[in-house]
């Protein structure tokens, strides 16, 4: 017996509808003869999705493309490998969206190190059950510059026809502006509040010091003081 490649073309009924059907071809043999079996499948519904879905991914592409907030699918595996980036990644990361879907640059390479530890990292043993709910997420990456932006993540896992979380979409908002006058108003209190408690000099510096270093992420802080 033999098989032949499937085909996809058109039929029309008596009435004039014209519909998409597949036509397969096979050779079978059956007391030593050989014959050719032709089957035809009525593919209407399959089409109407397959139209439906296209017709969807292409709204999904013209809304995330005229959006500044970074609109992104990924694989639900070990990187979080991107699949889909629109162009506003660049602005966030300071890499354009090939380097993420090209060149495997990957979002775990970048995370501030302080962050790193709390994403949630899929192994083989539980991978298809991770990312089940909607999540939000807040953390740090090294923009290409070697500054660090605060970015928010809001997404949700894409379940496969196995009930495995396949794939996650959502979306990751730059906040660096407004964490930044954050951290500048916890910064202030802090003092304020340190300043009333210090006694000596010594005690004002090195509440001045600390919160510089807490207030710009710094490794450390060095104050001079004018003779």
Known sequence: ?????????QHKTRNGRIFPVEISFSVVEYDGA????????DITERKQGEDGQRRSERKFRALAENTPNVVYQCKNDSRYTFIYLN?????????PKEEFLENGLS??????P??????????????SLLNRRSFHI???IRHRSGEWRWVDEWGTGVMSAHGDVEYLEGIMID???????????????MVSTALRQATTRTEILSVLLDQLVK?????????????
């Open 1 to 9: 017996g033999g098989y032949y490649p499937r085909l996809e073309t």
């Open 34 to 41: 050989k014959f050719s079996l032709t089957t035809v499948h």
């Open 87 to 95: 162009n506003a990644v660049e602005d966030l990361s300071g890499y």
């Open 107 to 112: 979002f775990f390479d970048l995370y501030h």
């Open 114 to 127: 302080d962050d790193l530890p709390k994403m949630p990292k899929p192994e083989d043993n539980y991978q």
């Open 138 to 140: 807040t953390y740090r």
């Open 175 to 189: 906040i660096t502006d407004t964490k930044h006058h954050e951290l500048e108003r916890e910064a202030i209190i």
């Open 215 to 227: 207030l710009f992420d710094a490794d450390g802080a060095m104050l001079v003081l004018p003779h």
